[in-house]
């Protein structure tokens, strides 16, 4: 199941880090924002903050709590940066947007200053009764986030949906947002069953349970975001071709 687990996880890690790099490389083109708040994103959470996260518990030494203190540090980083490029894609004339996206950032900082000083003081990652606080803290902000993206992505696919069958969409576009919505509720999930096995004090490095359900959710993540950022050509033909056979309303 261990392997399992670690494989689903590389291949999450793999696609996020690749798609991270390209998105980056397209910034240099475009300067684009919703490209470099992304790419970044991805670059910082699947790149640093996680893989951080799991070495830091499995090594002992002088280099586990930097090593800890730098993926806490990522893993936030990034998903302040999910925050604010589901603001700017879905909802940039919101102000409301704004700010949830601005208090999500500012409350994913503040845990990290605390958890910062304790991790400092202690000189250890134990998770004891204030450490959980701050970990189950981060994990639920981590997963609104996830899911706020994947409303906002399903929403404009419901919209689209009406507009392909006037002939006013691409269908490979539309899909896109199916896609990226359907990645969020994977990734929200994955994140919300940690969290509370995290509260409930299972090892959810071991517990078979918990590795299943976080390698379905991996896979649930790293296919959806590799064909709505990466697609194929043949898919981009099928999801066409899918749509051109559905009749349209004149």
Known sequence: MQLLA????LLVVGISV????RLLVLWLRTRGLPELLLGASLLLTAGIGYPGQIIATRIEGPAVVPLYLLAYVAVSAGVALLYLFTWRVFRAQERWALVLACV???ALALNVVVRAQRVMGSG???IGPEALDECLFQGFTVAIAYVWTAWESLRQYGMMRRRIRLGLADPAVANRFLLWGTMALCSSAGTLSNVVAVGMRIDVMNDPGILLFSSASALGQAVPMFLALMPP???L???RSRAEAVPQHS
């Open 6 to 9: 670690a494989a689903s996880i």
């Open 18 to 21: 690749l798609i991270g790099i």
């Open 104 to 106: 999500g950032g500012a």
């Open 124 to 126: 250890h990652i134990d």
């Open 233 to 235: 050509l043949w898919y």
């Open 237 to 239: 033909e099928r999801v």
